[in-house]
C-alpha cells in the first residue's frame, strides 16, 4: 500500500495541472516499513522529452542523480516515480511497462480537461508485468 | 578497486548494498563481475545479447559511456561508476 500525506499529494496534483497539457514528472520519497510505503517528500523535476510531451516523459540522467542524492541527504528512501497522463486514463500504458524499474511505485494522476480525474499507483512484479497497489491518502490531521 | 553505485530500485538484487567494490580493466568487466555475484540483476542489466540494456545508463564519473569508448570505457583505482536508471514513459 502507498499512503501518500496530503502535502505531497497536492504538489503532485499541482505539478499535474500546471503541466496540462503536456505530462509531468517527477519523484517521491520517504519510508517502507513491511507492505507500507508512506510518501513524506516530493522533487518535481523537468520532463525532458524532446518532441511531444503531451503523451511521453522522460528524466534527464542528473535529475535521477540528485534525486538518490536528496534521498541520501534526507535519510530518505527514493520510493518511486510519478508522473500525469493528460485527457487519458491512469493505467499504464506499453511504453511505461517497458521503461519500469523494478521496486520503484509508479504513480499516474489521470487529468482531464484541467481537472484531477483519477489516481493510481503501480508496481512492477517478477514476471515484469504492472500491479496495482492501493493508494491511501492521508490528511495532516490523521497522522498526528 | 573501482566503486559502483547501485541506483534504488535495483539495490534488492543487491543485499541492500549502495556500493560496491569490483576489480576490473573496464566497463563490460564490471557489469560482468556484477552479473556473476548477483545473477538476478542481469535481467534488469543486461538484453538477450547481453549488452547494456537501452534503459540502462551507465556513467563513469559525471560522463555517460556513450560519450566515452561505451563498455570498452578503462576503469582505474579511484573510479566511480553509477549505474543510472532511465526514467520515462508516457500515455502512448
Excluded at chain 1, 496534483?13 to 519510508?31: I, N, T
Aim: glycine share 4%; net charge negative; proline share 5%.
Amino acid at each position: 500500500m502507498l499512503i501518500i500525506e496530503q502535502k505531497s499529494l497536492d504538489e503532485m496534483y499541482r505539478d499535474a495541472l500546471q503541466s496540462f497539457p503536456d505530462e509531468c514528472c517527477g519523484f517521491f520519497f520517504g519510508k517502507e516499513i513491511g507492505e507500507e510505503r508512506t510518501v513524506t517528500n516530493i522533487l518535481t523535476v523537468n520532463n525532458s522529452k524532446e518532441g511531444d510531451k503531451k503523451r511521453r516523459f522522460e528524466i534527464a540522467p542528473k535529475d535521477y542523480l540528485n534525486a538518490e542524492k536528496f534521498a541520501d541527504e534526507n535519510e530518505l528512501q527514493l520510493l518511486g516515480v510519478y508522473h500525469s497522463h493528460p485527457n487519458h486514463p491512469a493505467v499504464p500504458s506499453e511504453h511505461d511497462r517497458i521503461a519500469a524499474q523494478p521496486f520503484f511505485s509508479y504513480v499516474i494522476i489521470s487529468v482531464k480537461e484541467r481537472m484531477i480525474a483519477d489516481i493510481r499507483s503501480w508496481q512492477l512484479n517478477d514476471n515484469l508485468q504492472f500491479e496495482e497497489e492501493s493508494i491511501e491518502k492521508q490528511s495532516i490531521n490523521q497522522n498526528k | 578497486m573501482a566503486t559502483i553505485i547501485i541506483p534504488t530500485p535495483l539495490r534488492k538484487f543487491t543485499n541492500n548494498t549502495a556500493r560496491l567494490n569490483i576489480q576490473a580493466k573496464d566497463v563490460k568487466g564490471v557489469v560482468n563481475e556484477l552479473t556473476f555475484n548477483f545473477p538476478d540483476l542481469k535481467k534488469h542489466l543486461l538484453d538477450e545479447q547481453g549488452n547494456i540494456r537501452s534503459f540502462v545508463n551507465v556513467f563513469v564519473g559525471d560522463e555517460d559511456i556513450r560519450n566515452l569508448q561505451q563498455e570498452q570505457t578503462p576503469i582505474k583505482e579511484e573510479t566511480v561508476i553509477s549505474i543510472v536508471p532511465a526514467i520515462a514513459g508516457g500515455k502512448a
